[in-house]
């Protein structure tokens, strides 16, 4: 079960038999409706596998499925390729079977190399249909902040000074760390009220090794209108943890 927005990472593995040479003509597809993956990086991850005793060359992708809408959404994966298949050239003798010119001395593989006898045959691999369960998430103890960020989060907020005149502007530095859907975490909402001017952040995105992973970085800039201002209020951030089944 996953939530609409929750990004679920996944590897795609392609196998191909080292009997035969394979060319591909396509990136891995992703059909089926009510789910969406991004795009994949065109040159793959490489290895070889045994697999009931025969050699097979594996082709190897990390990426993510989202669902967008809650239902059970039967998906598959497919991607097309082409096999060069040794042909047999097979010729009849105009002197009939049997004698000095049975056509049998052109099935001999020195003549498939030199008359060049493959073919190129396209395939398309298909993997095993399977349902991705997207369920809606609890709307009873929803934050009011809450923006649609799924994952694991933390919250960590510096400002550039603590000591300032009035009208002096502070940077404030919101950093959220952890794993998740990143498009839909938002800088948190600096509370109004008429101690402060506020000024819209800007929004820099830091991955580690991956589009979820890494640490979003909001930059917001606040100026203290009254002397009687002590402190700089505390802001809050919410997220949905897909593990704990709960918001936090």
Do not use: C
């Amino acid at each position: 079960d996953h939530y609409p927005g929750e990004i679920v990472p996944i590897k795609i593995k392609a196998y191909f038999s080292q009997r035969y040479r394979a060319d591909i003509n396509s990136l891995p597809i992703l059909r089926g409706d009510g789910v969406v993956m991004p795009p994949l990086r065109e040159k793959p991850l490489q290895s070889q596998e045994m697999v009931n005793g025969m050699p097979y060359h594996v082709l190897s992708w990390d990426t993510t499925l989202s669902g967008i809408k809650a239902g059970k959404h039967p998906i598959s994966l497919s991607m097309e390729a082409s096999l060069l298949i040794p042909q047999k050239r097979r010729q009849m003798s105009p002197f009939g079977g049997g004698g000095l010119f049975d056509d049998s001395i052109f099935n001999d593989p020195f003549f498939d190399s030199v008359l060049g006898g493959a073919q190129r045959k396209p395939i398309e691999v298909t993997s095993p249909e399977a349902v991705f369960n997207v369920i809606p998430l609890p709307s009873s103890d929803q934050p009011k902040n809450f923006t649609g960020a799924i994952g694991d989060f933390t919250l960590k907020v510096t400002a550039s000074h603590q000591a300032v005149d009035v009208g002096e502007p502070i940077k404030l530095t919101v950093e959220i760390l952890g794993s998740g859907n990143f498009d839909r975490v938002e800088a948190p909402l600096f509370p109004e009220g008429p101690d402060w001017k506020t000024y819209s952040p800007t929004a820099n995105f830091t991955s580690q090794g991956n589009s979820y992973t890494g640490v979003k970085v909001f930059d917001q800039a606040i100026v203290a209108k009254s002397s009687a201002v002590q402190e700089i209020p505390s802001l809050s951030f919410s997220f949905f943890d897909p593990v704990k089944k709960t918001y936090i």
